[in-house]
Structures are given as C-alpha cells and as structure tokens.
C-alpha cells in the first residue's frame, strides 16, 4: 500500500523530495513515481544531446539506474530534477567521447550528420528554428567537451551556472567551450573541431 500523497504546491501528487526520502527507504513505488515524472525530460534531453535515436534508450535506462542506485548520494531530495540532468549530460558526453574515439581508431563507421529536422519543433518561432538547424547540421563534428556545453546553452536555454554545475567546470570554462562550439560550427575549415577544450 502507498503511503498517502503528500500535499504538493501544484496539488500532483509527492514532492521530488519525498519521493527521494521513500526511495531511499526502499519504497519501490516512489522509484517507479520518480522514473515516471522525468522519463519524458530525460528521454527528450537525451535526444537532443545525441541527435538522433540510436542509443537513447540505452541513456535513459542507464541514467535511471545511476540516479535510483545513487540516491543516497543526492545531498538535497528536492534537487532531484537537476541532479538527473546532470546525470544524463555526463552520461552522454561520456558516450560521445567512447564513440568519437572508436571512430579515429576504426572500430566504427562514420557518424551521419543529425536530421535537424528530427529535433526542431514544428511550432518554434522562424528565427529559433533557423538557429536550431545551423546547430544541428554540424552538431557531429564537434567534441563531447564543446558539445554537451552547446546543447545545454542554446537549446536548453540553461543559464551558464546551470551548465557549469552540470558538467562540473567553471563558468570562464564553459563561456570558453561555447566559445570554441560556435567558431567550429561557423568555420568552413574544422581546425578547432579535432582539439579537446582545455
């Protein structure tokens, strides 16, 4: 039996932070209500930050099963959502770096250039959308460190405090790696795109 619903501001149901407290203690149904509430937001940053749907399935089971084991390590309950994004930019930048680094070696194909179309909302102003799709187009070429940073800026929106807590640098460093993503994807001649930000 589940404990009765704990008053929320929205009236939804437990608080992120209850959840969290039930969770740690074993409440298998307060798992299965965190994992129902984030699933859409961790599957659609997931795909943003990959660009298509190959092995977003695999990030958003692996990123639940690091937050749901890893709880005890969350040092405030009612920051669960932020937590978990951080998780799943970590998580994904680690998998773009495992892939980036097969293909220079050989053990994999070519990775085909993002559809921006996939990720751009058919109801986005005409400017964003604009944007979005310069992004994506050359979204591939860039690496893990400047690409993970990019996505969360300019397409999430996140403030760069958001971005540097989330992908544990400073804000100079994520101002730089921006920096370093928009001169690639601007420039014809990728000489900035091979070299790993500092």
Same mark, same amino acid.
């Given at each position: 039996?589940?404990?009765?619903? =704990?008053?929320?501001?929205?009236?939804?149901?437990? %608080?992120?932070?209850?959840?969290?407290?039930?969770? @740690?203690?074993?409440?298998?149904?307060?798992?299965?209500?965190?994992?129902?509430?984030?699933? @859409?937001?961790?599957?659609?940053?997931?795909?943003? +930050?990959?660009?298509?749907?190959?092995?977003?399935?695999?990030?958003?089971? $692996?990123?639940?099963?690091?937050?749901?084991?890893? +709880?005890?390590?969350l040092e405030e309950p009612g920051a669960f959502g932020s937590w978990l994004s951080a998780i799943v930019a970590r998580t994904a930048y680690k998998t773009i770096r495992r892939r980036q680094f097969l293909r220079r070696? #050989?053990? %994999?194909?070519?990775?085909?250039?993002?559809?921006?179309? !996939?990720?751009?909302?058919?109801?986005?102003?005409?400017?964003?959308? *604009?944007?979005?799709? *310069?992004?994506? /187009?050359?979204?591939?070429?860039?690496?893990?460190? &400047?690409?993970?940073?990019?996505?969360?800026?300019?397409?999430? #929106?996140?403030?760069? $405090? $958001?971005?540097?807590?989330?992908?544990?640098?400073?804000?100079? !460093?994520?101002?730089?790696?921006?920096? /370093?993503? $928009?001169?690639? &994807?601007? %420039?014809?001649?990728? !000489?900035?795109?091979?070299?790993? =930000?500092?």
């Amino acid at each position: 039996m589940t404990p009765a619903k =704990a008053p929320t501001l929205s009236g939804a149901g437990p %608080s992120d932070a209850a959840l969290v407290v039930a969770a @740690r203690a074993g409440e298998r149904w307060a798992a299965e209500a965190l994992f129902h509430r984030y699933v @859409r937001t961790v599957n659609r940053l997931a795909f943003r +930050l990959m660009g298509r749907d190959v092995d977003v399935d695999d990030l958003v089971q $692996e990123t639940f099963a690091q937050a749901l084991t890893g +709880l005890a390590r969350l040092e405030e309950p009612g920051a669960f959502g932020s937590w978990l994004s951080a998780i799943v930019a970590r998580t994904a930048y680690k998998t773009i770096r495992r892939r980036q680094f097969l293909r220079r070696i #050989g053990l %994999s194909g070519r990775e085909e250039p993002i559809d921006p179309e !996939t990720l751009v909302s058919r109801t986005a102003p005409p400017d964003v959308a *604009a944007e979005l799709r *310069a992004v994506y /187009q050359s979204l591939h070429k860039l690496p893990a460190s &400047l690409r993970v940073p990019l996505v969360l800026h300019r397409v999430e #929106g996140m403030q760069l $405090e $958001e971005v540097a807590a989330i992908v544990g640098a400073s804000i100079a !460093t994520v101002k730089r790696r921006i920096a /370093q993503a $928009e001169d690639a &994807l601007s %420039s014809p001649a990728p !000489t900035t795109v091979g070299r790993r =930000a500092p």
